[in-house]
Each structure stands twice: as C-alpha cells, then as structure tokens.
C-alpha cells in the first residue's frame, strides 16, 4: 500500500472535528516550496560521522537513567 493510501485510510476515520487541522497542515505544506538540495561535503562528513557513533543499538529510557546514575526525578 502507497503512502497516499495509507493516508486516505486513516482520513477516512477521522471524526469531522480533526480534518480541519489535517486540511490546513497539507494545504500548508503544498504552499511550501522547499529546495532539495544535494549533501555537500559537511553534510556528508556529518552523516558518516553519526553513522561511525551509532552502532544502530537501542536501550530503554529505564536503562539509560540507570547507566548514567539518574532518576525520573533528575529529569
């Protein structure tokens, strides 16, 4: 299923009263003309950057308090 499918599905099951806020957001977004620009050089020296620090493991927000000695209070 595409993308737009997938959207007029759940627009479909939308109560009334939420597709006035769905309507302006896309009506916004059509407005918007946004450039697609290629990577430059930080972009891409970014990019392999994020890529050698992230090894693509998660942990649960529980576990990182624990890790780092802190409580859902510290926040």
Known sequence: MSDREHLKQ??????EYKLAY???LILDI???????VDPDEW??????EANANNDGSVISLDE??????????DL
């Open 22 to 24: 769905i309507a302006n």
């Open 10 to 15: 759940v627009i479909d099951r939308l109560p």
């Open 30 to 36: 059509e407005k918007t003309d946004i450039e697609e």
């Open 64 to 73: 990182l308090l624990e890790k780092e000695g802190l409580t859902y209070e």
């Open 43 to 48: 972009d891409l020296e970014m990019i392999a």
